[in-house]
């Protein structure tokens, strides 16, 4: 299973390019062309951070990169994100039924992220409640996501609990630092109770906190994404 480098729109629409450390992309320099005024000769490069993960860099160029319509230095290049390379769209994709390209990554350099999907979800499943009690919420409850990658998106919670990561099948979060599973939201009497197995990493209202019943305003945030907490009307 590959990640590739999915092009959107221009003349290349539908082309993808796989994706690892090194990578360029450019108008007349890299390993993937754009024919787009708007990108530079040497537009961008993938790179490393410094937790292992690959990230997608600006290289000075004129017209930079961009999330959502706001100008970027790096990407983080987590499956599903969308951005912009000068004028053209891009998506990182998965893709499984063709074979590896020519490099192979060594095992000892794979990200943090591979290595925390291989060995944690099976930790976070013997965690989980084997019964789920499901209870609404009253009222219902909003998340709008005001930082990072989702921001302005919002999530209506009718009923809970839900679950919020990198690898779940509720509410999926698109950050770098994101663990398989982050945080849930459950229902007691109608109220809503925020609980986390990362305190230091989740964190809530800028305080390191387990478990709390949430109110009005109330801020959760994961590196650079910060959700909002309202309750709707």
């Known amino acids: 299973m590959l990640v590739y480098l999915e092009i959107l729109d221009g003349p290349s629409a539908g082309q993808r390019h796989p994706v690892w450390e090194g990578v360029r992309i450019g108008r007349t320099t890299g390993e993937v062309l754009l024919d787009d005024p708007k990108v530079s000769s040497l537009?961008?490069?993938?790179?490393?951070?410094?937790?292992?993960?690959?990230?997608?860099?600006?290289?000075?160029?004129?017209?930079?990169?961009?999330?959502?319509g706001q100008k970027v230095k790096r990407v983080a290049l987590l499956l599903g994100v969308r951005f912009q390379v000068g004028k053209t769209g891009m998506r990182v994709a998965e893709v499984s039924d063709e074979k590896p390209p020519e490099r192979v990554i060594p095992v000892e350099n794979r990200s943090w992220r591979e290595v925390l999907l291989e060995k944690v979800p099976v930790r976070a499943n013997k965690n989980?409640?084997?019964?789920?009690?499901?209870?609404?919420?009253?009222?219902?409850?909003?998340?709008?996501?005001?930082?990072?990658?989702?921001?302005d998106h919002r999530?209506?919670?009718g009923y809970g609990p839900r679950r919020f990561g990198s690898d779940v099948l509720d509410v999926e979060l698109i950050e770098p630092l994101c663990p398989p599973l982050a945080f849930e939201i459950r229902s007691e009497g109608g109220v809503a109770?925020?609980?986390?197995?990362?305190?230091?990493?989740?964190?809530?209202?800028g305080q390191a906190t387990s478990e709390a019943p949430l109110k009005e305003g109330d801020k959760i945030r994961i590196g650079q994404t910060l959700i909002q907490v309202s309750f709707a009307s």
Do not use: C, W
Request: aromatic letters at 8%; hydrophobic letters at 45%.
């Open 155 to 157: 999530v209506t919670l």
């Open 193 to 205: 109770y925020f609980r986390t197995q990362y305190p230091k990493l989740v964190m809530l209202n």
């Open 43 to 68: 537009h961008a490069q993938v790179e490393m951070d410094e937790r292992g993960a690959l990230v997608l860099a600006d290289r000075d160029s004129a017209n930079g990169l961009k999330i959502n």
């Open 128 to 151: 989980r409640d084997r019964t789920m009690h499901v209870e609404a919420f009253r009222p219902a409850l909003q998340l709008d996501f005001i930082e990072g990658m989702q921001m």
